[in-house]
């Protein structure tokens, strides 16, 4: 009974929104939502949300929660106040977008002993899990991006940084990498992961990021 | 033999502009059906693997495909659409971080990447109704286009 009656609704809110033939504006008003220009905010993989602010010289309107939609019926009217979508009217206009959505990215962190670019006996341990990771993407890549602590000088520590990227390179080549591509870069002392004042040591800082994407 | 070490030293020396050039901002991931892309006027079929450019427009008309980006950007165009990546830097070194794109009419999916988590205010989703301000993470457009 319930079926049949979703079904009748799902039609008569079709002809509603096509046809434009609005017998009901506010009953079908949700129907409705994806027509016209919409921005929908969804929770990421990991089920955390964001937000997203929609401008333009009329107004803005900003959702920070899930499903929550902003219409904007054109460059002269401001965005509208948000309304919240269900799973049924989001897969009905993007489905086709979801459905292509790329594998997201995923980053190993590899830690070295003081001042070298000889990694931990913890990170060698590791390095297996790059390659089984790697299998599960379609044209893999791979940045492997160098840091350090901020013992020692910034100019000093770029190029450490950049030796343990390129370490850590070899290392993968030698233990059968065949990727075509792998970007290979330093940031030195200045995207720490515990931020420290200047010459602190912190090993958790001195550390190579592999992110296969 | 002289000659031959003068051309490998040039091809040394310009290899990593042409591999750059060559990389692109962004590779096709996932492909449903067909999906283009329009190079200075250049209409090509895209293929799983294939790289885009800055500037490039990407167009569906039954296909969907998704692309994903250096810094991990990830963006999904559903059929019927028309998107063009306006800009696209991803230098953290430097301090070089920009993601401009422009959707002219369909459906599009937006996924961020390390652009949007060390600098939001570098990225930036255009419509012809309205411009986009991300700040994390995953968000869905439609634009009705002309």
Sequence with gaps: MTMVFRTVQTIISSVACYGRIVLL???FLSACAGQGNVFVLLPDENGKVGSIEVVNDAGRQKIDQANQSIKVAGVTQAPEAPQ????????????????????????FILNFRSGTDQLTEESIRQLPGIFEEIKTYTVAEMSIVGHTDRVGRAEANAAL?????ESTR??????GLELKRVEVSSHGENNPVIPTADNVAEPKNRRVEVTIR | MRLRICWLALAVLFAPAAMAEEDGVA??????????????????????GQPIFRSDVVETASGSVGLTFKDGTRISIGPNSRIELKEFEFSPKDNKLAFLVHIIKGTMQYISGV???LSPESVR????????????TRFLA?????
């Design chain 2, 125 to 136: 989703i255009e419509t012809p109704v309205a411009t986009v301000v991300v700040r994390g």
């Design chain 1, 84 to 107: 919240t979508l269900d799973e049924a009217q989001i897969n009905k206009v993007w489905s086709g977008a979801i459905q292509t959505t790329p594998r997201g990215p995923r980053t």
């Design chain 2, 142 to 146: 439609k634009v009705e286009g002309e």
């Design chain 2, 27 to 48: 590779l096709v991931k996932v492909l449903e059906g067909s999906a283009f892309t329009i190079q200075s006027g250049d209409r090509q079929a895209l293929e799983v």
């Design chain 2, 115 to 117: 652009i949007a988590k």
């Design chain 1, 25 to 27: 504006p506010l009953l």
């Design chain 1, 161 to 165: 940084a950049l030796k343990r990227a």
């Design chain 1, 170 to 175: 070899e290392r993968l080549v030698e233990a």
